[in-house]
């Protein structure tokens, strides 16, 4: 889409920008002066370029934690990974750029402070790296936490925007923040939208990449090259936010949908209860009919809890039904009874003794119970001879789940592995 106000709107903003900081296009110095002044409980580092490459998430192959640093939303977040990695591994909780923003509380678990952090060495990154990849944005943050300032957000939409060659993985638990900052809200007299103020940061601060971007027409002259932004949204950004059942779905999808953006997923990780996608409304239409991409997954970590495998089944059926995509993630910590393959769950018991054999094996892991509703309860410990409770198989839909770890719990569901991908701009 393209928006010839914007061009206006562009020459005005950039015009004013000038005129407020006359050593505007003096680039690097002046993008890390500006991001230090919009820190207060949000820091800025400055650092090597050391950032982990070759992602072992399923739906991305990099990520690019430019802002790190986050605050508890929801029972979904109750064990956040972002957090664990930091507190447990000192490779990445020592580094500058995660070093005390998480902490363990008295119950053992993993919490972040509070404090965001900008780590502007690696804002330029993406410009970087010349082959298309698809990147998660900010894996141990949230790009829209409510204490990231707006300049910095339009700093990593302004690198987003002169690199399409990537696809962007924008997920986030604040999609009303996401919203009003897309839509332009709260912009001052002059900053006729979003775009031209990203647009603004991308000819000062990296005018060095405008040559040749394809979001980008160039105008001006030699003297005072200028760019606008002419396609908005940027086509190479996936927006995304993540939901846990079915309250978090009807609040957090309907601003998602409000949200101008050119791919719209959900990753509902750690799925903890049923989701219909048809009962979610926005306006007169359901969301599972807005949506382009589904992510579910079950949650992984010490203190995982068991996804019941219906509702990963159901979320994938509604998203045939609707001609969406899905990927199934993973299954997390606990693997359900119906998932093992064939024959495999003799593999999670020891075999019964020589002199009894008609005693039952002991388990080898960690079970439980979990009935559709969510509730479960414990049936044993590993290498115990395990409880099968009163009804524990008898109500509708109670399911035995083992605790076999993340890797070996995989990611087939019903014998299927689910890799849907949505159709964007940047890399497929
Ligand atoms: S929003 Fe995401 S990064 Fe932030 S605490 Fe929750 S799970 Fe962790």
């Given at each position: 889409?393209?928006f010839?106000?914007?061009?206006?709107?562009?020459?005005?903003?950039?015009?004013?920008?000038?005129?407020?900081?006359?050593?505007?296009?003096?680039?690097?110095r002046?993008?890390?002066?500006?991001?230090?002044r919009?820190?207060?409980?949000?820091?800025?580092?400055?650092?090597?370029?050391?950032?982990?490459?070759?992602?072992?998430?399923?739906?991305?192959?990099?990520?690019?934690?430019?802002?790190?640093?986050?605050?508890?939303v929801?029972?979904?977040?109750?064990?956040?990974?972002?957090?664990?990695?930091?507190?447990?591994?000192?490779?990445i909780?020592?580094?500058?750029?995660?070093?005390?923003?998480?902490?363990?509380?008295?119950?053992?678990?993993?919490?972040?402070?509070?404090?965001?952090?900008?780590?502007?060495?690696?804002?330029?990154?993406?410009?970087?790296?010349?082959?298309?990849?698809?990147?998660?944005?900010?894996?141990?943050?949230?790009?829209?936490?409510?204490?990231v300032?707006?300049?910095?957000?339009?700093?990593?939409?302004?690198?987003?925007?002169?690199?399409?060659?990537?696809?962007?993985?924008?997920?986030?638990?604040?999609?009303?923040?996401?919203?009003?900052?897309?839509?332009?809200?709260?912009?001052?007299?002059g900053?006729?939208?979003?775009?031209?103020?990203?647009?603004?940061?991308?000819?000062?601060?990296?005018?060095?990449?405008?040559?040749g971007?394809?979001?980008?027409?160039?105008?001006?002259?030699?003297?005072?090259?200028?760019?606008?932004?002419?396609?908005?949204?940027?086509?190479?950004?996936?927006?995304?936010t993540?939901?846990?059942?079915?309250?978090?779905?009807?609040?957090?999808?309907?601003?998602?949908?409000?949200?101008?953006?050119?791919?719209?997923?959900?990753?509902?990780?750690?799925?903890?209860?049923?989701?219909?996608?048809?009962?979610?409304?926005?306006?007169?239409?359901?969301?599972?009919?807005?949506?382009?991409?589904?992510?579910?997954?079950?949650?992984?970590?010490?203190?995982?809890?068991?996804?019941?495998?219906?509702?990963?089944?159901?979320?994938r059926?509604?998203?045939?039904?609707?001609?969406?995509?899905?990927?199934?993630?993973?299954?997390?910590?606990?693997?359900?009874?119906?998932?093992?393959?064939?024959?495999?769950?003799?593999?999670?018991?020891?075999?019964?003794?020589?002199?009894?054999?008609?005693?039952?094996?002991?388990?080898?892991?960690?079970?439980?119970?979990?009935?559709?509703?969510?509730?479960?309860?414990?049936?044993?410990?590993?290498?115990?001879?395990?409880?099968?409770?009163?009804?524990?198989?008898?109500?509708?839909?109670?399911?035995?789940?083992?605790?076999?770890?993340?890797?070996?719990?995989?990611?087939?569901?019903?014998?299927?592995?689910?890799?849907?991908?949505?159709?964007?701009?940047?890399?497929?």
């Open positions: 889409m393209i010839r106000a914007l061009i206006v709107a562009m020459r005005f903003s950039c015009i004013g920008t000038r005129m407020n900081t006359i050593t505007t296009l003096d680039t690097a002046q993008t890390n002066s500006q991001l230090r919009f820190a207060g409980n949000a820091t800025a580092t400055g650092m090597m370029h050391v950032m982990a490459r070759n992602s072992k998430i399923e739906w991305c192959d990099d990520t690019w934690n430019i802002i790190t640093g986050c605050t508890l929801d029972e979904g977040c109750r064990h956040c990974y972002a957090a664990h990695l930091i507190t447990s591994w000192p490779a909780g020592n580094h500058p750029s995660r070093k005390g923003l998480a902490r363990k509380n008295a119950a053992g678990e993993s919490k972040f402070t509070g404090e965001v952090r900008f780590n502007e060495d690696w804002l330029d990154q993406p410009l970087r790296w010349k082959k298309p990849r698809k990147i998660f944005v900010c894996a141990h943050g949230d790009l829209f936490h409510e204490t300032p707006d300049e910095w957000i339009d700093h990593v939409f302004a690198v987003m925007a002169l690199a399409p060659q990537h696809t962007f993985q924008v997920l986030t638990k604040r999609p009303e923040r996401a919203r009003a900052y897309l839509n332009g809200d709260g912009l001052e007299m900053d006729a939208s979003r775009g031209a103020n990203i647009a603004c940061i991308a000819q000062d601060d990296f005018h060095q990449h405008l040559h971007s394809t979001f980008f027409t160039p105008i001006g002259n030699e003297e005072e090259p200028q760019a606008v932004l002419t396609t908005w949204p940027l086509p190479n950004i996936c927006l995304g993540s939901i846990s059942d079915q309250a978090s779905a009807d609040q957090r999808i309907p601003h998602l949908l409000a949200a101008p953006a050119a791919v719209r997923f959900i990753s509902a990780e750690p799925l903890l209860g049923e989701v219909d996608l048809k009962a979610t409304r926005y306006g007169h239409m359901t969301a599972i009919s807005r949506l382009d991409w589904v992510i579910v997954g079950g949650e992984s970590g010490p203190h995982a809890r068991p996804m019941h495998p219906e509702w990963a089944r159901s979320l059926d509604q998203c045939a039904a609707a001609g969406v995509p899905f990927l199934f993630k993973q299954w997390g910590e606990w693997l359900p009874l119906n998932q093992t393959a064939l024959g495999a769950d003799d593999a999670y018991y020891h075999p019964a003794p020589e002199e009894d054999p008609e005693l039952s094996s002991r388990c080898k892991y960690d079970s439980l119970c979990i009935a559709p509703d969510g509730t479960s309860y414990s049936t044993g410990t590993a290498h115990q001879y395990h409880r099968i409770a009163e009804g524990a198989f008898a109500g509708a839909g109670h399911m035995q789940c083992f605790k076999i770890g993340k890797s070996r719990a995989g990611r087939l569901l019903d014998g299927i592995e689910h890799n849907g991908f949505p159709q964007i701009g940047g890399a497929a």
